[in-house]
């Protein structure tokens, strides 16, 4: 099993559509968790850290549940530059070591 | 703006040679560095941990003598790769961690793309 495992994708979604991404991890002892967001040929981007009461940004909203060790992203009011590819990143406890996930691409048509 | 540099943004080589990778902390000291590498459709996979002033920690797998890590300032790592082959070729990307608010928080550097012909 990965230690870190999102949807396969991609999802085809139109503009103003609403979208939501899922990944577990299998640490139960990891201490924090991120969405980056990776455009083609580019470096990932934070997106949002994942907290366990939950963040809003916008139009992004995270969800952490450490009991099931699950986390979400939901994007609401989809537009054309959110396509990319979403990456799930889980640091492992103790230390600076990331596992990132294998990425859901996002694709938002018009 | 940009927290972290690399340079270069690409670069494409013969195969046999070395290519030298510079990862550049922007306005702030980065004691411990990181290298990752991603091939196409892959995720990013972690290379190597690069220290200021010692030696690098490689993961599993990765060859040491082949990926030379030098983290000779608080500003500076290089990642050297040595007699690239084909198979070599692939993104690579730095990044560094830095404090602040409810969690610390790792930053990327826009990446080197390696084509090794």
């Known amino acids: 099993r990965k230690e870190v495992e999102q949807d396969p994708g991609p999802f085809n979604v139109p503009e103003g559509a609403t979208v939501a991404f899922n990944c577990t991890y299998s640490?139960?002892?990891?201490?924090?968790f991120f969405w980056y967001r990776q455009d083609c040929r580019k470096e990932p981007k934070l997106l949002m850290s994942?907290?366990?009461s939950g963040n809003e940004d916008g139009r992004f909203t995270a969800q952490l549940n450490r009991a099931s060790q699950y986390i979400s992203l939901l994007i609401r009011d989809s537009k054309l530059s959110d396509s990319a590819t979403y990456l799930c990143?889980?640091?492992?406890?103790?230390?600076?070591?990331?596992?990132f996930g294998a990425g859901t691409r996002l694709f938002v048509k018009a | 703006g940009a927290v972290v540099s690399q340079h270069p943004s690409w670069v494409i080589c013969k195969s046999g040679t070395s290519v030298k990778i510079e990862c550049r902390s922007l306005?702030?000291?980065?004691?411990?560095m990181f290298w990752y590498r991603q091939f196409p459709k892959q995720s990013l996979m972690l290379m190597a941990t690069?220290?200021?002033?010692?030696?690098?920690?490689?993961e599993q797998g990765v060859e040491k003598d082949k990926f030379l890590i030098n983290h000779a300032s608080l500003t500076l790592s290089t990642l050297t790769v040595t007699s690239a082959h084909p198979e070599d070729s692939s993104f690579y990307i730095c990044?560094?961690?830095?404090?602040?608010?409810?969690?610390?928080?790792?930053?990327f550097g826009p990446g080197t793309r390696l084509t090794v012909l």
């Open positions: 990044s560094v961690w830095l404090a602040g608010g409810r969690t610390d928080t790792q930053y």
């Open positions: 640490n139960s002892a990891s201490q924090s």
């Open positions: 994942v907290y366990s």
């Open positions: 990143v889980v640091n492992s406890a103790g230390g600076f070591k990331t596992i």
């Open positions: 306005d702030f000291q980065a004691t411990t």
């Open positions: 690069s220290n200021e002033g010692s030696k690098a920690t490689y």
